[in-house]
Every structure is written in structure tokens, then in C-alpha cells.
């Protein structure tokens, strides 16, 4: 296979200019054909990989958090859990504007501080909460659900700075 690729002619021809060049441009060009190798070989090759390993390290530690976490509030999770099986009471709220101050009522008696929300639609509101427990967002929809009949219509959860801790963005409606 190097002997066919030798004789074809374009390779012949760039090997009789690379002949013609002085000892130093010769020189000179395989330091340079060396670091371009050297550059796709680190940034094609390694830097991907790398990135790829230290995200997958990064995820398996965060999933082993979770489950610490989960392991420590089992009673609480199954607690939350059984209360979620019962029969939900219908909602007594009308509008918008009694949806938004139960919301925001029962958040402050949860222990829980709004970061923002704003209405959506005429039967629901959006709601913020960052680096809140778990365990606490957890209970507080669950009594919003039970006490007044307001579900979940949209749930984003990321992880929070610690264990335990989650940023929320909600959609609940009546």
C-alpha cells in the first residue's frame, strides 16, 4: 500500500519539491507536520476524551449523592409517597389572584422563599425556588395538592449547590 501510494504521481511531485527545499526549510517542515500532528492528536482525540471521562465521573458522583440522600430520607420520601395515594380534595380556589396568595401563603409557612413567580393563563402561576430541600418543595406540593386541590402541570428540578438541595421552576394550576 505505501509503494502504490509512493508512485502516484502528486505524492512524486511533493516529494521532489520537498527534496528541492534547502536542509533547514526540510527541517523546518517536519517540526511543523510533527505539531500539527501533535495539535489533532490532543485536541481531536484527547481533549474529548477527557471531557467525555470527567463528565461521566462527574454524573456517577451526583447519582451517588442522590442516592445517599434518598438513603438518609427514606421515611420522608415514603411518607410523601402514601400521602400522594390518598383521594385529593377539590380545589377552592377560583381564580388566578387566590391561586397566586395560597401559593405564595402556604410557601411561606412551608419554610420556603419564592425567588419569583408570575401568573400563567388565567388558572395557573409559575413558580422559582432556588437551592431549596427537597424535602421541603417535596412536602409543600404535596399539601398544596391535598389541602387546596392545586396540581402540577410543569416540574423542572435541578441539583442545588449541596446534597439535598434542588432549584425548582413550577406550573401549577387548579
Known amino acids: 500500500m505505501f509503494t502504490k501510494l509512493t508512485e502516484h504521481p502528486s505524492v512524486q511531485k511533493l516529494v521532489a519539491q520537498y527534496d528541492q527545499l534547502p536542509r533547514r ?8 507536520t510533527a505539531a500539527v500532528f501533535l495539535f489533532i492528536i490532543f485536541f ?4 474529548p476524551v477527557s471531557s467525555f471521562h470527567d463528565e461521566a465521573v462527574s454524573a456517577r458522583e ?3 449523592s442522590l442516592v445517599s440522600w ?6 420522608t420520601i415514603q411518607q410523601v409517597a ?9 380545589s ?10 395560597t401559593v405564595t401563603r402556604s410557601a411561606g409557612e412551608a ?3 419564592l425567588q419569583r413567580f408570575e401568573p400563567s393563563g388565567e388558572n395557573g402561576i409559575r413558580v422559582w425556588l ?3 430541600p427537597l424535602s421541603q418543595v417535596a412536602l409543600w406540593l404535596e399539601t398544596l395538592n391535598s389541602e387546596n386541590g392545586i396540581a402540577i402541570d410543569q416540574a423542572a428540578l435541578d441539583r442545588g449547590g449541596s446534597p439535598g438541595q434542588v432549584s425548582v421552576r413550577l406550573t401549577l394550576e387548579i
Open 70 to 75: 434518598m438513603a438518609a430520607n427514606q421515611s
Open 92 to 101: 377552592s380556589i377560583t381564580d388566578g389572584r387566590a391561586l397566586m396568595s
Open 82 to 90: 402514601v400521602s400522594g395515594t390518598e383521594s385529593t380534595t377539590p
Open 62 to 64: 451526583s447519582a451517588e
Open 44 to 47: 481531536g482525540i484527547w481533549r
Open 111 to 113: 419554610g420556603l422563599s
Open 25 to 32: 526549510d526540510q527541517q523546518a517542515l517536519v517540526a511543523l
Open 130 to 132: 432556588e437551592n431549596a
